[in-house]
């Protein structure tokens, strides 16, 4: 499962970064991810407020630490 | 991914603005009140309101993207070209070069002044007020020093 964070690398964007890493381990998902840093790679998913999360091309989240029952939820769904 | 955004100086932007290109400001407005862009044709969008507003602008018109320094502008010249617009640059160096250079603001040149300490080209000397015109001292700062090409960019 390939998992981007997009975010110019301010606070909430290192966190949402750990809490994914946590909660992948905790469910021993094999997840790589990635972080993406430049604007224009940023802005190319449409996202306007960061953090946001990009689960296997798709954007699922925007804006603000995504909270770890929905990172669940996404790991979970991807798991299938 | 996107295409690199077009980026024009203040010079190129003035034309632009001057043969009918829309200027968008995307400041907040606290920040507008202070100082603002003393052109004909401008809109007030400020970025807590662009998600939200930006189906109002034009998408057959030249538009210019500006801001304080040119950094969220960017990021709603991108977020436009996300949305296909084609007709859409960015201003580099937002209205704090625009003010050095001497172009016409309205409102509190202190503003300026202060930004201008942490604009592009850092600790720029901004200078004078001429019967309540604000400018800037020619040749004290390194956009000023750059010669003044029709359309060109420092």
Partial sequence: MDIKVLGTGCANCRATIALIEQVAQAKGVAVNLQKVEELRAIMSYGVMSTPGVVIDGKVVHAGGVPGRDKIEQWLVAKQG | ?154
Wanted: aromatic share 6%; net charge positive.
């Fill in chain 2, 1 to 154: 991914m996107l295409n690199e955004a077009k980026e024009v100086c203040p010079t190129t932007t003035l034309r632009m603005s001057r043969e009918g290109a829309l200027l968008v400001d995307v400041r907040e407005r606290d920040e507008i009140d202070n100082l603002a862009f003393d052109v004909p044709d401008l809109l007030v969008m400020p970025m807590s309101e662009f998600e939200r507003r930006c189906a109002e602008l034009p998408r057959d018109r030249d538009l210019v993207m500006v801001c304080r320094v040119g950094e969220r502008s960017l990021k709603a010249t991108y977020f436009l070209m996300y949305l296909g617009y084609t007709r859409v640059a960015n201003m580099e160096g937002g209205i704090t070069k625009w003010a050095r250079k001497g172009f016409p603001i309205k409102g509190n040149v202190s503003t300026a002044i202060a930004s201008a300490a942490t604009g592009c080209c850092g600790g720029a000397t901004p200078a004078k007020s001429i019967g309540g015109k604000s400018t800037f001292a020619a040749g004290e700062n390194c956009c000023a020093a750059q010669p003044k090409r029709a359309g060109g960019c420092c």
